[in-house]
């Protein structure tokens, strides 16, 4: 059984200030090379590191994850070599913070990285991810602009930009002079959920994802690379900025306002900056409400990296449905919801659970989904429901020591 499907993998670029989060959610995002085309990984700036933090940390964490890939390659086919890796990393701005780092004269290994990845023929978007402050990203704009202005129609369509805070001053900037680009910023979320601890604040804080004991035993425990991950427990403010991009069958990429494991977004004015959205009210919940399958699945990938042999380690189920993933209804309708073909890569059995994303859709009252718990449910269209949007997710785990859960999101629009 093939236990990754084939699927366009995204291109990411990664900018980053080196921040002691910035680290291990490298340590994390090594885990998941093989689900991303990694176009660029760029040493840069923030307000809070003026210097950045030196330009070999990738470097090393590249290095130890060189030793264990064939191990990561037996539960993978497509983690990428240690040398592929090594081919992207390039020096952006470390001098000037923010807007002081735009301008003639301002380029940098990094920028240009930015720049040529933008202008190639590949017309897969490009998710440039700011862990640190925006302005690398704004000078490959800059210079895209001014000395290829005829291709910045066609760069700007390709950009996508996921910004963790605004850790320089360049949001305004960004707003007006690459107006087209979409950008996602994600202000609160990451605070609350998964960066330092002393700011967490969500209903599951308490859970045992968040102790010492949990990073010991999942993280730590698994040399080398866990020997890196230099937090007490899981910090890792940067790292919404790719789970926004693994491809869990949640669509999240397809637009901010869906939600997925990089959260969920809504547009703030005419524009294209989407910031946070609220779910139930609140607007931590649209990533703490994944965090612990998101906690789960890095448990199960550090396990990859110490098993050689594909049955000492789990793998996620691969979810399929007997239909479409957009489907037409009418109030009234039934509609059978089957996701009756999936199955896993390790024979285990699987729990299924339908249910309802509200706020990603347009019909934020209750839906009665009927056997949600079971791979063939149905669901009644509600009276009410014309001219709106449901989406429905069906959420499969399985039952494995590491579990881990994917999903795949069925869109309903009423007629």
């Not at 990694?38 to 700036?45: E, F, P, R, S, W």
């Not at 290994?109 to 023929?121: A, H």
């Not at 809504?266 to 139930?280: I, V």
Request: proline share 7%; charged share 25%; net charge negative.
């Amino acid at each position: 059984m093939n236990a990754h499907p084939t699927s366009e993998r995204p291109r990411i670029i990664v900018t980053t200030d080196g921040e002691v989060d910035d680290k291990t959610s490298f340590v994390r995002f090594l885990l998941y090379t093989s689900d991303f085309d990694v176009a660029g990984l760029i040493y840069t700036n923030s307000r809070w590191h003026p210097r950045g933090n030196g330009v070999r940390w990738m470097h090393d964490l590249i290095d130890v994850y060189e030793t264990i890939r064939p191990n990561l390659a037996v539960h993978h086919p497509h983690f990428p070599s240690a040398d592929q890796l090594r081919s992207v990393l390039a020096v952006g701005q470390n001098d000037h913070v923010g807007l002081a780092g735009v301008g003639e004269a301002m380029d940098t290994p990094g920028s240009d990285r930015i720049v040529d990845v933008l202008l190639d023929e590949d017309p897969r978007p490009v998710w440039i991810q700011a862990w640190g402050g925006l302005n690398t990203i704004a000078q490959a704009f800059h210079r895209l602009r001014r000395s290829h202005p005829g291709e910045w129609e066609r760069a700007a369509a390709k950009a996508r930009i996921y910004a963790i805070a605004e850790q320089d001053d360049l949001r305004s900037w960004m707003e007006r002079e690459a107006p087209e680009v979409l950008y996602i910023l994600n202000q609160t979320q990451f605070w609350r959920v998964i960066a330092y601890a002393q700011d967490r604040k969500n209903p599951l804080a308490d859970d045992a994802i968040y102790r010492r004991e949990w990073i010991d035993q999942h993280v730590r425990r698994h040399l080398p690379l866990g020997l890196h991950y230099l937090r007490p427990v899981q910090e890792e403010g940067d790292s919404p900025a790719f789970f926004h991009v693994i491809d869990t069958g949640l669509r999240s990429t397809e637009c901010p306002a869906w939600g997925g494991w990089g959260g969920r977004f809504e547009r703030t004015g005419p524009g294209n900056l989407w910031t946070d959205a609220a779910d139930d009210g609140d607007r931590t919940k649209p990533l703490w409400r994944f965090i612990i399958p998101l906690s789960e699945d890095f448990a199960a990938r550090m396990r990859w990296t110490v098993a050689d042999r594909f049955e000492e380690a789990n793998h996620p189920p691969i979810v399929r449905l007997a239909h479409d993933t957009n489907l037409r209804a009418r109030p009234g309708e039934t509609l059978v919801l089957d996701a009756s073909p999936s199955s896993d890569p390790d024979g285990d059995e699987l729990d299924f659970c339908w249910w309802h994303y509200r706020e990603a859709g347009s019909f934020i009252r209750p839906v009665n989904i009927l056997d949600a718990r079971s791979p063939r449910a149905s669901v009644v269209i509600p009276t009410g429901a014309a001219g709106t949007i449901l989406h429905l997710i069906c959420e499969v785990r399985d039952r494995a020591a590491l579990a881990m859960t994917r999903y795949r999101r069925v869109v309903v629009e009423v007629d």
